[in-house]
């Protein structure tokens, strides 16, 4: 059968596999999807960590994403924690990185728990992070996201326990957006 353009654009005679290979590739799918999601990818974990470190340790969740180049990635985490010190304050700090990258971070002791003077503190919760990175792969490189913590302070048994007691999970979802 012919294949025939009318008046109106649309193509009569094409059947499946009907053009040529190259005709329709990833990168003009792409450019008419600007704003879609192109996949998701996801990692979790329920092993307990317990971060007692002034320097920045793993908290165990990471997720890893092999992105187009030109598209961004939204990270989404669900994170518990348990945040403790036989003091009167107790704070961590949290960042995200890409690869060994921090591309976000709270540094102004984004989980905080106070109590009075001469009594011991503790605070569980959740973190949550959402966030768009704009990564610069080029397409075939695999980018591995993760979560890490440090205690302000370790006196007076300060510690931060995330996935506490391997009963509960943590999520992380990575998103490739279509720029």
């Known amino acids: 059968m012919p294949i025939t353009i009318n ?3 649309t193509v009569t005679g094409l059947s499946v596999g009907g053009l040529p290979d190259g005709t329709v590739d990833s990168d003009t799918l792409a450019a008419t999807a600007r704003g879609k999601i192109l996949q998701v990818a996801s990692g979790t974990t329920s092993t307990e960590v317990i971060v007692n470190s002034t320097s920045y340790m793993d908290t165990g969740l990471s997720a890893t994403i092999t992105p187009a180049s ?11 924690y348990h945040l403790e010190r036989d003091t009167d304050r107790a704070q961590i700090y949290v960042q995200l990185l890409r690869g060994s990258t921090v591309i976000d971070s709270h540094t ?10 001469d009594s011991s503190v503790k605070l569980g919760g959740t973190n949550n992070y959402i966030y768009l990175d704009t990564h610069g792969a080029n397409g075939s490189t695999a980018l591995t996201y993760k979560i890490q913590g440090k205690m302000e302070s370790t006196a007076d048994d300060g510690k931060c326990k995330f996935q506490e007691g391997g009963n509960v999970a943590a999520y992380m979802y990575l998103m490739e957006v279509a720029a």
Not at 70 to 80: A, C, R, S
Not at 109 to 114: A, E, Q, R
Request: aromatic fraction near 8%.
């Open 7 to 9: 008046g109106s654009g």
């Open 70 to 80: 030109g598209t961004k990635v939204l990270v989404i985490t669900d994170q518990q």
């Open 108 to 117: 102004k002791g984004f989980l905080s728990t106070y109590g009075g003077s």
